[in-house]
């Protein structure tokens, strides 16, 4: 089968398209027949050997977390799939791999695709999808009728965290460039403001839940914006937001750092808002399988407008 690989950290032009031995799925494993694979800034960091020390020096690396597709084969012990079922789903960890033609997924990193939407549009929700809506309603207690807003909302996780703010009950504001304002508001903010405008730091602007989506915010520079028992919630992992979240473990304003992890559960929760049309992917371009490292060089704009799409098969 064919997958995109590299064997040394670096820019874009460092990705190679190569035959490999297909995977053979183990226990609690299911093979999928790729159809579309999503891209995120994580297979970019990754790429450039930003995360060394989780990844170490051993190549070639596969690209890719997200991923629509067809169950092809069952390890022993799956009953929860057949093969035909039509799924989705996110790998687990430092590997990725989605980015070829076959990849094989644990039974918790999977659900079966939302019926409504093609294989671009279901690759485009795992990752992000479950951001957004573990850092808002896990980390950030976001409940109905509170405040929050969400800084750089028009990116990969913005436009999943705009929606599920709204599925939550929530009153939206996000952030945005000017050029995106109106995709927000069409998302379901209830206001969405221009970043070179408007930051939502104010002091006293009682945000329940600071979601910095696009992690240039800190906890020091949001607290005061916060309400009394607000909490800030960042995407960025670093030494200073993981001694700030355990500082505020116990006090009234809060600083979380969102991780995000498969599960079934919220990959179901999230394929039936996409069904019921409630939760819809925004999709920035699909680009060909031959073209990956132009669709990595748009994520590393850090402008794209929702999700980078692979179409594979
Ligand atoms: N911790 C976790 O589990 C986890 C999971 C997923 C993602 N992440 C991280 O979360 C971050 C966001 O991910 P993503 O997929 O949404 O990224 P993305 O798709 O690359 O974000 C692009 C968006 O960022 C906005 N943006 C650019 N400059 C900005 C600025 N100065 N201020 C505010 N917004 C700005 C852009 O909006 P405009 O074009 O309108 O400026 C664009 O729409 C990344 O750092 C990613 O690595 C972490």
């Given at each position: 089968?064919?997958?995109i690989?590299?064997?040394?950290?670096?820019?874009?032009?460092?990705?190679?398209?190569?035959?490999l031995?297909?995977?053979q799925?183990?226990?609690?494993?299911?093979?999928?027949?790729?159809?579309a694979a999503?891209?995120?800034p994580?297979?970019s960091?990754?790429?450039?050997?930003?995360f060394?020390?989780?990844?170490?020096?051993?190549?070639p690396?596969?690209l890719?977390?997200?991923?629509?597709?067809?169950?092809?084969?069952?390890?022993?012990?799956?009953?929860?799939?057949?093969p035909?079922?039509e799924?989705?789903?996110?790998k687990h960890?430092?590997?990725g791999?989605t980015?070829?033609?076959?990849?094989?997924l644990?039974?918790?990193?999977?659900?079966l695709?939302?019926k409504?939407?093609?294989?671009?549009?279901?690759?485009?929700?795992?990752?992000?999808?479950l951001t957004?809506?573990?850092?808002?309603r896990?980390e950030?207690r976001?409940?109905?009728g509170?405040?929050?807003?969400?800084?750089g909302a028009?990116?990969?996780?913005?436009?999943?965290?705009t929606?599920?703010a709204r599925l939550?009950?929530?009153?939206?504001?996000?952030?945005?460039?000017a050029?995106?304002?109106?995709?927000?508001?069409?998302?379901?903010?209830?206001?969405a403001?221009?970043?070179?405008?408007?930051?939502?730091?104010a002091?006293?602007s009682n945000?329940?839940?600071f979601?910095d989506?696009?992690?240039?915010?800190?906890?020091?520079?949001?607290?005061?914006?916060l309400s009394?028992?607000?909490t800030y919630v960042?995407t960025?992992?670093?030494v200073?937001?993981?001694?700030?979240?355990?500082?505020?473990?116990?006090t009234s304003?809060?600083a979380r750092?969102?991780?995000?992890?498969?599960?079934?559960v919220?990959l179901?929760l999230?394929a039936?808002?996409?069904?019921?049309?409630?939760?819809k992917?925004?999709?920035?371009r699909?680009?060909p399988?031959?073209?990956?490292a132009?669709?990595?060089?748009?994520?590393e704009?850090?402008?794209a407008?929702?999700?980078?799409i692979?179409?594979?098969?």
């Open positions: 089968m064919r997958a690989v590299y064997d040394r950290y670096g820019s874009p032009e460092v990705l190679e398209s190569r035959l031995p297909s995977p799925p183990g226990p609690g494993e299911v093979l999928l027949s790729v159809r999503a891209l995120n994580k297979d960091l990754i790429r450039k050997g930003k060394r020390r989780m990844t170490g020096d051993r190549f690396r596969q890719g977390f997200d991923v629509a597709g067809v169950v092809h084969a069952l390890g022993p012990g799956v009953t929860r799939f057949r035909g079922d799924v989705f789903g996110m960890g430092w590997a791999g980015v070829a033609e076959e990849v094989c644990s039974l918790d990193e999977l659900a695709k939302p409504r939407l093609s294989f671009e549009e279901a690759a485009a929700v795992p990752l992000a999808g957004a809506l573990q850092a808002l896990d950030g976001l409940t109905t509170q405040r929050v807003i969400l800084h028009s990116g990969g996780v913005g436009v999943f965290a929606q599920v939550l009950g929530a009153q939206v504001t996000t952030t945005s460039s050029r995106n304002v109106a995709l927000c508001l069409q998302l379901g903010a209830h206001e403001w221009d970043y070179t405008e408007k930051t939502g730091l002091k006293g945000w329940d839940v979601f989506v696009f992690g240039n915010r800190g906890f020091g520079e949001v607290r005061g914006a009394s028992k607000g960042s960025v992992p670093s200073t937001i993981a001694v700030q979240h355990l500082a505020t473990h116990l304003k809060r750092l969102v991780v995000v992890k498969p599960n079934p919220d179901e999230l039936k808002w996409c069904d019921e049309g409630k939760l992917p925004v999709l920035d699909v680009f399988f031959t073209e990956v132009e669709a990595q060089a748009l994520i704009t850090r402008r407008r929702g999700k980078v692979i179409r594979v098969g």
